[in-house]
């Protein structure tokens, strides 16, 4: 049973809306692609994890504190005498590993994944026994993309292999018991305790008028070019969406990049290129938000 379930994490989302509109240094394209490859690997991970029966409890994406101390975990399960930390690790191409240390033939500085993991087990434990909980907890690396391997000359029980997944799946399988209320009050316990960040500060710095104005394509994400009174079409892929879905679309990553800014018709006028007559756009404002004020200084708000 999925108790917290993955959500999309804001800087990515943040991340992929300023790709379209903004050039990125060398160093911040690295760490977008890096961000969404660890999450495209959750989302396997998360697939895979469907076959659990569901006499177990699972907490997704969390993000937890101890005594000042945050720490995050990539998947949480509750089983009946013991609690499973999954570290989910999208790694591609040949890794060495050679007695604690990590490396590639293109890196030879990786962090030891086994130092965080144990790292994480440790706080969760501090953080359980806080809060009234003994459980033993066991922690693993799960690497499944099938283009990872590992080389080394020793068996670390607490790493998962691509190859090996099926056989864990089936090995978790054999030991379900039902769980009580006591397990399911930690399950909500711990989902309450889930920390949301404000992703903006990590983000490269950007401003509303040094950004790419436009509607980008639903499918491809080219900016469209040929709009008419209802509908908008890519001349790229051939997508064919409604003008009003396509303008709050604009308008949810308006408000989304910029927080602080008010919704006036002039601005969202501006943000979608200008391709549509302020007309439409007032008119598909109207429909989805609140008009708060009037003439000139007139803004619109969430209802």
Known sequence: MIIHARPLPLEILLLRYLSRRMEFSESELINYQYLEKGYEGELRSDE???????????????????????????????????????????????????????????????????????????????????????????????????????????????IIFPTQLKRFLKKLNRRPMKLNQRHHKLAEQLAALHIVESPY??????????????????????????VSKDLCICNHCGCIEGVDDAVLRNVEEYILLFPDRIITTKDIYEWCGCILSKKVIRRVLSKNYTLKGFGPSSNFVIK
């Not at 993000?63 to 101390?69: A, F, V």
């Not at 509303?208 to 040929?226: A, P």
């Open 48 to 158: 895979w994890l469907q076959g659990l029966t569901d006499q177990w409890l699972v907490l997704h994406g969390l993000l937890l504190e101890y005594n000042g101390s945050k720490f995050q975990i990539d998947t949480l399960i509750i089983a009946y005498e013991k609690i499973y930390i999954l570290d989910i690790k999208n790694y591609e191409g040949d890794y060495y590993l050679d007695g604690d240390k990590w490396y590639k033939k293109t890196n030879s500085n990786l962090k030891n994944p086994l130092h965080q993991l144990i790292r994480c087990q440790t706080e969760l434990r501090k953080l359980l026994q806080s809060i009234g909980y003994n459980y033993p907890i066991e922690a693993y690396l799960i690497f499944n993309n099938p283009e990872f391997h590992l080389y080394t000359t020793t068996i670390h029980s607490n």
């Open 201 to 226: 500060s990590r983000v490269p710095a950007y401003h509303f008028t040094t950004l790419k104005k436009g509607m980008f394509c639903l499918i491809c994400y080219s900016i469209y070019t040929d």
